[in-house]
Protein backbone atom coordinates (compact mmCIF):
# COMPACT_ATOMS: atom_id res chain seq x y z
CA UNK A 1 0.00 0.00 0.00
CA UNK A 2 3.05 2.23 0.67
CA UNK A 3 4.00 2.06 -3.08
CA UNK A 4 0.80 2.94 -4.30
CA UNK A 5 0.22 6.06 -2.16
CA UNK A 6 3.83 7.38 -3.25
CA UNK A 7 2.25 6.66 -7.07
CA UNK A 8 -0.46 8.89 -6.22
CA UNK A 9 1.88 11.30 -4.45
CA UNK A 10 4.51 11.54 -7.05
CA UNK A 11 1.52 12.46 -9.78
CA UNK A 12 0.24 15.41 -7.43
CA UNK A 13 3.98 16.65 -7.66
CA UNK A 14 4.31 16.47 -11.27
CA UNK A 15 1.11 18.02 -11.56
CA UNK A 16 2.24 20.97 -9.33
CA UNK A 17 5.75 21.21 -11.20
CA UNK A 18 4.40 23.47 -14.05
CA UNK A 19 3.34 25.91 -11.07
CA UNK A 20 6.74 25.69 -9.03
CA UNK A 21 8.44 28.69 -10.38
CA UNK A 22 11.51 26.58 -11.10
CA UNK A 23 13.84 27.20 -14.08
CA UNK A 24 12.71 24.82 -17.21
CA UNK A 25 16.27 22.40 -16.20
CA UNK A 26 15.29 21.75 -12.99
CA UNK A 27 11.83 21.06 -14.11
CA UNK A 28 12.74 18.74 -16.87
CA UNK A 29 15.27 17.25 -14.19
CA UNK A 30 12.18 17.16 -11.89
CA UNK A 31 9.69 15.34 -14.51
CA UNK A 32 12.56 12.91 -15.44
CA UNK A 33 13.61 11.77 -11.99
CA UNK A 34 9.65 11.22 -10.98
CA UNK A 35 8.85 9.48 -14.08
CA UNK A 36 11.66 6.59 -13.57
CA UNK A 37 10.08 6.47 -9.67
CA UNK A 38 7.10 6.36 -11.18
CA UNK A 39 7.80 3.13 -13.50
CA UNK A 40 10.07 1.33 -10.62
CA UNK A 41 7.72 1.42 -8.23
CA UNK A 42 4.59 0.22 -11.10
CA UNK A 43 7.46 -2.91 -11.72
CA UNK A 44 7.88 -3.81 -8.24
CA UNK A 45 4.06 -3.77 -7.57
CA UNK A 46 3.57 -5.74 -10.70
CA UNK A 47 5.91 -8.11 -9.57
CA UNK A 48 4.09 -8.81 -6.43
CA UNK A 49 0.85 -8.97 -8.17
CA UNK A 50 2.51 -11.66 -10.09
CA UNK A 51 3.34 -13.56 -6.65
CA UNK A 52 -0.32 -13.16 -5.16
CA UNK A 53 -1.50 -14.67 -8.42
CA UNK A 54 0.67 -17.67 -8.28
CA UNK A 55 -0.13 -18.30 -4.38
CA UNK A 56 -3.77 -18.25 -5.10
CA UNK A 57 -3.55 -20.51 -8.58
CA UNK A 58 -1.31 -22.80 -5.94
CA UNK A 59 1.84 -22.55 -7.93
CA UNK A 60 4.86 -22.46 -5.55
CA UNK A 61 7.92 -20.85 -6.74
CA UNK A 62 10.77 -23.21 -5.44
CA UNK A 63 14.53 -23.85 -6.16
CA UNK A 64 14.43 -27.38 -6.36
CA UNK A 65 13.96 -29.06 -9.34
CA UNK A 66 13.00 -32.81 -9.53
CA UNK A 67 13.38 -35.30 -12.66
CA UNK A 68 10.85 -37.83 -13.53
CA UNK A 69 12.04 -41.24 -14.41
CA UNK A 70 9.94 -43.85 -16.09
CA UNK A 71 8.64 -46.22 -13.42
CA UNK A 72 9.91 -49.58 -12.89
CA UNK A 73 8.05 -52.67 -14.15
CA UNK A 74 8.49 -55.39 -11.58
Not at 23 to 33: A, D, E, I, L, R
Not at 51 to 66: A, C, P, W
Given at each position: ?????????????????????F???????????F????????LLI?R??H????????????????Q???????
Open positions: MIKISTIFILGILIALIPYSGPSGTKNFSYVFGVLIAILSRELEVIRTLHGEEKNDTFSSAPKEKK
